[in-house]
């Protein structure tokens, strides 16, 4: 299996479409989240007019966050989410949601609440096959930040 990193990155996408992969996210459930566990993931395989996509849903307790863009030398951990695709699939970004400014500090950009993210998977992509969707990321809420931690969902193809 090759291991695929997908950039948090602009993607261009109709409303549309966009409206669609934010539908399917709304179905989806997320695990409780507590202050220990304040974010929570979960994501599903999505086929639309031919093409195969994953939709992931992230959701973040009230008043916490994660830093999506933290400029080089920064002392928090950027987000990443990964997508661990089978020999010969790629995934690319088609959808992601918008950061905020973190008042705290201009340079950081963080992202807040319930986040749909959708990529598009290319290459031969067959029943029965293991996608893993990773999401490693520093929860922080304005008085504590825990410590770097990930959660994995790990999808089918049907």
């Known amino acids: 299996m090759t291991q695929l990193l997908v950039c948090f990155g602009f993607c261009a996408l109709s409303q549309n479409t966009s409206a669609i992969f934010k539908a399917k996210a709304n179905e989806l459930e997320l695990p409780e989240v507590t202050r220990e566990a304040p974010v929570a993931l979960n994501a599903v395989i999505m086929n639309q007019e031919d093409k195969t996509f994953i939709v992931v849903k992230i959701g973040i307790m009230e008043n916490w966050h994660i830093y999506g863009y933290v400029p080089p030398g920064g002392y928090f951990i950027q987000s990443k989410l990964d997508v661990k695709a089978p020999e010969g699939v790629s995934a690319k970004s088609v959808l992601k949601p918008k950061m905020k400014g973190y008042t705290a500090d201009p340079g950081i950009l963080i992202y807040k609440g319930d986040?749909?993210?959708?990529?598009?998977?290319?290459?031969?992509?067959?029943?029965?096959?293991?996608?893993?969707?990773?999401?490693?990321?520093?929860?922080?809420?304005?008085?504590?930040?825990?410590?770097?931690?990930?959660?994995?969902?790990?999808?089918?193809?049907?």
């Open 115 to 158: 986040l749909v993210f959708a990529f598009e998977l290319h290459g031969e992509v067959q029943a029965g096959q293991a996608i893993e969707v990773r999401l490693d990321y520093q929860p922080c809420d304005p008085y504590i930040c825990l410590p770097p931690n990930y959660l994995v969902k790990s999808l089918s193809v049907s």
